[in-house]
């Protein structure tokens, strides 16, 4: 018998995680280069300002993504804000940028005022992602970290394009959208480029 039931997020997430941590070291570094061939066929502007992330329990390596970046523009990568701790501040980074583990064990540029870039100075936001679908609805790991980041994106004169970057294996027909969930403007991997709007 088929069990036709949804999966809840939680059942989601661990089978999403355990498919893309099943990668082979091959399979990752294939994917994160073609996954920059991809971003740069997106870039429009010289000199933009993209936020990525370093990746993580099996997610898609942004590396070859954030030295093509760099060449022409600023890469911002995201801390855990010391106040909240449950919002994201983006930061500049750069091959001198001096690195820290947060609290979840994640390495992440050591807080710099001088160094944090807004929301709105950038053109693009490269968000990690355990699964999507073609709708842009996105499952994050659950901490709803970005999620409220950019709970009020829409009331900025000038918004990032949200991206979702991610391994093919991590889409699904149909996610479960709770009323919070920030959804993309656009979903990148190593074989498509969807545009929700
Ligand atoms: N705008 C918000 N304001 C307050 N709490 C929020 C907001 N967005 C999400 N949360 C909280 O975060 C929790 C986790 O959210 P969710 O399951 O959507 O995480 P996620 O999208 O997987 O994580 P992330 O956004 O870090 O990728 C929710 O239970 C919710 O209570
Ligand atoms: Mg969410």
């Not at 010289?46 to 099996?58: C, E, I, R």
């Not at 944090?116 to 842009?136: E, K």
């Not at 969930?181 to 498509?192: A, F, S």
């Amino acid at each position: 018998m088929t069990n036709t039931k949804p999966l809840t997020r939680r059942a989601l997430r661990q089978s999403l995680r355990a498919q893309r941590n099943a990668l082979s070291p091959g399979q990752q570094s294939e994917a994160a280069r073609l996954l920059s061939e991809q971003i740069q066929s997106i870039m429009t502007q010289p000199n933009s300002t993209v936020a990525g992330y370093l990746a993580n329990d099996g997610e898609i390596d942004l590396t070859p993504t954030i030295k093509g970046c760099q060449q022409n523009g600023v890469v911002t990568l995201p801390v855990l804000h010391p106040f909240t701790g449950k919002h994201l501040l983006f930061q500049t980074f750069t091959e001198q940028t001096e690195m820290t583990l947060n609290r979840f064990g994640i390495s992440e540029p050591a807080l710099n005022s001088t160094a944090i870039r807004l929301l709105s100075q950038h053109h693009l936001l490269l968000m990690p992602l355990v699964g999507f679908d073609a709708q842009g609805n996105r499952l994050g790991m659950g901490g709803g970290f970005y999620d409220r980041t950019l709970a009020n994106i829409n009331a900025l004169k000038n918004r990032p394009t949200l991206v979702g970057v991610a391994h093919d294996c991590q889409q699904v027909d149909e996610l479960p959208v709770e009323p919070w969930d920030v959804p993309l403007d656009l979903i990148v991997t190593p074989t498509q480029i969807i545009s929700t709007r």
